[in-house]
């Protein structure tokens, strides 16, 4: 008979995740994995499978953590302009706090590019951000020059990228100044786009 787990998944999770977010993928050993997590090689297999099955349970809870937190956050916003504007303020100020990046952006550039089925679901999350700026636009009401509105979903893929960029930057050591000029050029899309 096996004997139960004797480890809180959640904290054990939140430490693998902590590694993978540091140093990528490649260069996070499963005994890395192990000794941050504070179990045994044998424990973490038989919780989580393989270090990539591993790395796909870090990805869900990375996403559930963060990037869910705030595209809820926005879909509640009475005001979408103003949703939006909180949205990229708490991303410079988490940026900046935390120079790690954003697991998602990293792994896009690091794991995407050799392994297809992660690059799935690196785009599958990334498309949940771009979803929640589409909401966002189309809960808009039109403003007094709104005739020339661009499309909603191309809108919401540049202040997507806009996303990207700042934690590209930021991880990069990016300055203040300059991730909060980015915010500033993601915002002004969503202003542009409701023709104020």
Known sequence: ??????FDQ?????????????????????????????????????????????????????????????????????DPIRGIRIFFDDLVQ????????????????EVAPWDSELAAVIQASLREIEDGFHRALERLPAGPHSRNRRDARATARLMLSAV???????????????LRSIARSGMALAEDWQGR
């Open 1 to 6: 008979m096996a004997r139960p787990r004797t």
């Open 10 to 78: 959640p904290s054990v999770l939140a430490a693998a995740m902590d590694q993978f977010w540091r140093r990528g993928y490649e260069a996070t050993s499963v005994r890395d994995l192990a000794s941050a997590m504070s179990i045994t090689g044998a424990s973490l297999y038989n919780a989580f499978g393989d270090k990539r099955s591993l790395f796909r349970h870090c990805l869900d809870a990375y996403l559930d953590t963060y990037a869910r937190r705030r595209i809820v956050e926005l879909d509640a916003s009475e």
């Open 94 to 109: 988490a940026s900046l706090k935390d120079r790690r990046g954003c697991l998602l952006v990293n792994s896009a550039m």
């Open 164 to 178: 990207i960029a700042l934690r590209v930057l930021a991880r990069a050591g990016g300055d203040g100044d300059r």
